[in-house]
């Protein structure tokens, strides 16, 4: 592996590819570690997959199990710690994931502080036999985005909004590279288990509401509802090998009807905006040291299915571990 001793001892010099959610956590937790810190970000704040995230905490399409736990238990500290600011946009909110059978996997819960099992049929919606309630992390990152940035610009973490098209030019700017750019990593490490995995939301004015709600079982599609400050994003689509950016009516037809039938409150809310994103979908997340031909340390960290946020802070802390190593 090449040296990567520098005049100021183990600080290193480096280049992380993505400016998203995972990008700018790992690029403010190796700063805050000493490294001298460059991101290399494609896309500006708003236009990031990042951006268009519902972003409650929730484990959803990650794995494997007890990685995705203690990363997730991680970073539901971190979020439980900066919802004291207002400013983050970090809120601890209350709300329900909905059962559909008799025995539902809970494996996700054993991250979470207090979970109370809600089973009288005449507080849940039909075909719904339990929830399970309690109180996590809602991220709106319309505010959380331009904060992390905030904090790394504060820090000195240089950020260049500059599109690469090889690692190579990454070392221009660090002697260590991460690779976190969700789906465009496959750009970089030719990798055959990152897939795009499509979701499409909408979102409604506010009208007061507050509780969040997950129906991932519904048998007409994927169902979620995270209210922020001032609107409601309404989900969604699961659709792995989907590039397709496009926005479908039918789809978003079939996403409100499905909402408004579990929150009646949201039938006479009105359309704010719309959004598609592609989740970077993958077997397992991957977080790991691999050099490249030349011997450079490449630290992988993408493949967070639909968990990004929820996993963040846990993968950063990891990479700067990772780093540590070097």
Known sequence: ??????????????????????????????????????????????????????????????????????????????FEALAADPATGV????????????????????AVPSVTTIDDPAELPDGVLSASECTVPVIDMSYYLPWLQAQCDAR????????????????????????AAGLTSNDFAADADLVPVRGQTVRLKNPGYFEWTIDDA?????????????????????EEGEWGLDLDPAVEAGVLERVRALIPELREAPITSRAVGL????????????????????????????????????????????????
């Open 156 to 179: 000195g973490v240089q950020t260049r909004r500059t599109e690469i098209s090889a690692l190579e030019e990454a070392f221009e700017h660090g002697e260590l590279v991460v690779l």
């Open 91 to 110: 809120r601890m909110q209350r709300g329900r994931v909905l059962h559909r059978s008799p025995a539902p996997d809970l494996w996700w819960t054993v």
């Open 218 to 238: 519904n048998p007409d599609g994927l169902t979620y509802v995270i209210p922020r400050r001032d609107e409601i994003v309404c989900g969604g689509t699961d």
């Open 279 to 326: 989740r970077p979908g993958r077997r397992e997340v991957r977080v790991e040291t691999i050099p490249d031909a030349q011997g450079r340390p490449v630290i992988h960290c993408y493949g967070h299915g639909g968990s990004g946020v929820t996993l963040s802070w846990g993968c950063a802390e990891a990479v700067a571990a990772l780093t540590a190593q070097l």
């Open 1 to 78: 592996m090449a040296d990567l001793r520098t005049r100021e001892g183990h600080a290193l010099r480096v280049a992380i590819v993505g400016g998203g959610v995972i990008g700018l956590s790992c690029a403010l937790e190796l700063r805050d570690a000493g490294h001298d810190v460059t991101v290399l970000a494609r896309d500006e704040l708003g236009d990031t997959t990042s951006a268009r995230a519902g972003a409650v905490w929730f484990p959803f399409r990650s794995a494997p199990a007890d990685r995705v736990l203690a990363w997730g238990a991680r970073t539901f500290e971190r």
